[in-house]
């Protein structure tokens, strides 16, 4: 992987002044180590994984993130973009200085398009040509905070799609994020 995906983990993403007015003054805020912490409710798994260090990617942390963002349904893995890498770990981190420390649940990372035919043929929401296909995309919450704060959130970095997915119930909706065109929806 090597420079290449070092520099596309380069983040694009800047702190957002207008929602979190601290993080425009923490100027290492982006220079520090990352680490993404997250479940997958779908397998059970649970992982924090130190990706970034020495403004470098650590090949064998981004492969593991990979895996944790794969395709349960379908069992398949594929590249996982590192500028989504960059967004859950920003939103992370962002809402980690205000004392909530709830790892990311991802829903949805990876999708095979076998996996996303059928999710269209049983009426769940997948767009036929989706960004989950190529690694893109992540379907994520985080207990305790609202989708309007979390998307919000994301939104304000500018760095792709956000679609905001309002469900009742004790799990709550969920947040698509990806790095396509800059867009948001409400499904």
């Not at 983990?9 to 007015?21: H, I, R, S, V, Y």
């Not at 981190?93 to 829903?107: D, H, K, M, S, V």
């Not at 960004?131 to 792709?160: P, Q, T």
């Amino acid at each position: 992987l090597g420079a290449p995906l070092a520099a596309a983990a380069a983040t694009d993403l800047q702190p957002p002044p207008d929602l979190f007015d601290s993080q425009a003054l923490d100027l290492d805020f982006w220079v520090k180590p990352r680490t993404l912490s997250v479940t997958r409710p779908a397998s059970g798994e649970r992982a924090s994984v130190l990706y970034w260090k020495d403004g470098e990617v650590i090949d064998s942390a981004y492969e593991q993130l990979c895996h944790l963002l794969r395709d349960v349904n379908g069992k398949a893995t594929a590249k996982i973009d590192p500028k989504l890498l960059e967004m859950l770990w920003s939103t992370q981190a962002f809402i980690a200085r205000y004392g909530l420390l709830q790892p990311l649940e991802i829903l949805s990372g990876y999708r095979s398009p076998a996996s996303n035919a059928r999710l269209r043929e049983a009426g769940i929401p997948a767009a036929r040509q989706s960004l989950h296909m190529v690694g893109k995309a992540a379907d994520i919450r985080i207990a305790g905070l609202n989708e309007e704060v979390l998307g919000g959130l994301i939104k304000s970095f500018r760095g792709g799609g956000v679609g905001y997915y309002y469900r009742s119930g004790p799990r709550g909706g969920w947040i698509h994020a990806d790095t396509g065109l800059e867009r948001s929806w409400k499904g």
